[in-house]
């Protein structure tokens, strides 16, 4: 199931530095996108989700859609050692599945 | 979102036995799922469980191995048929959202098998 794929890291960076996230996919007709966060030994919990190009801002999170360039990304501004965890990018494709990339590790070092 | 319950939380089974897992829904959802995650690994989608009617099955993933059961819009169970260490994972249910986030899915927190 190759269809997210993401850099898998280990992504390190100091705490309060801007974290970026990537993730391209294959089915050009999906149209929602998504970027989970899991803990440890958790299952995945929903941080955004994004359905239009451009930007969509939360909080101290950014995600960006490039659907011609079939690439979503995630920016963590303000990085703090709680977000340390892996982050998955998934995709709803054109037949209402959801698709997993392999996950990128964070860790915000204090 | 739906509160989404999964029994057994964690268990260490036998080779060459099967385990069926139970996911609890506390609200009626049309869309169901089953996934797998290997250790260090990402999620895959064995199967959408459909109510009503058989599984539909990913690519890699069979029905006498992981039979699905989906008899209303609330449970359905995910059975591990003749199970080898190579089955050692966390097995995932997880719900698409109802109204406005139906676009989107959450899970329950996973079942945590170990096959010895």
């Known amino acids: 199931q190759k269809e997210v794929e993401q850099n898998s890291g280990p992504l390190s960076v100091p705490e309060g530095a801007i974290a970026s996230l990537n993730c391209t996919y294959s089915?050009?007709?999906?149209?929602?996108f998504f970027w989970y966060r899991q803990y440890s030994g958790k299952s995945p919990e929903l941080i955004m989700s994004i359905y239009s190009n451009g930007d969509k801002e939360d909080g101290r999170f950014t995600a960006q859609l490039n659907k011609a360039s079939q690439y979503v990304s995630l920016l963590i501004r303000d990085s703090q050692p709680s977000d340390s965890a892996t982050y998955l990018c998934?995709?709803?494709?054109?037949?209402?599945?959801?698709?997993f990339g392999t996950g990128t590790s964070l860790t915000v070092i204090p | 979102s739906a509160v989404i319950s999964q029994k057994p939380s964690r268990d260490i089974c036998q080779r060459g036995t099967s385990l069926t897992i139970q996911c609890q829904v506390d609200s009626q959802v049309t869309m169901m799922f089953w996934y797998r995650q290997q250790p260090g690994q990402s999620l895959t989608l064995i199967a959408t469980a459909n109510q009503g009617s058989e599984a539909t099955y990913e690519s890699g993933f069979v029905i006498d191995k992981f039979p699905i059961s989906r008899p209303n819009l609330t449970f359905s169970t995910l059975t591990v048929s003749n199970m080898s260490p190579e089955d050692s994972s966390i097995y995932l249910c997880?719900?698409?959202?109802?109204?406005?986030?139906?676009?989107?899915?959450?899970f329950g927190e996973g079942s945590w098998l170990t096959v010895v």
């Open positions: 089915d050009r007709g999906s149209q929602s």
């Open positions: 997880s719900v698409a959202g109802t109204g406005g986030s139906g676009n989107t899915i959450y």
């Open positions: 998934a995709v709803k494709n054109t037949g209402n599945q959801f698709y």
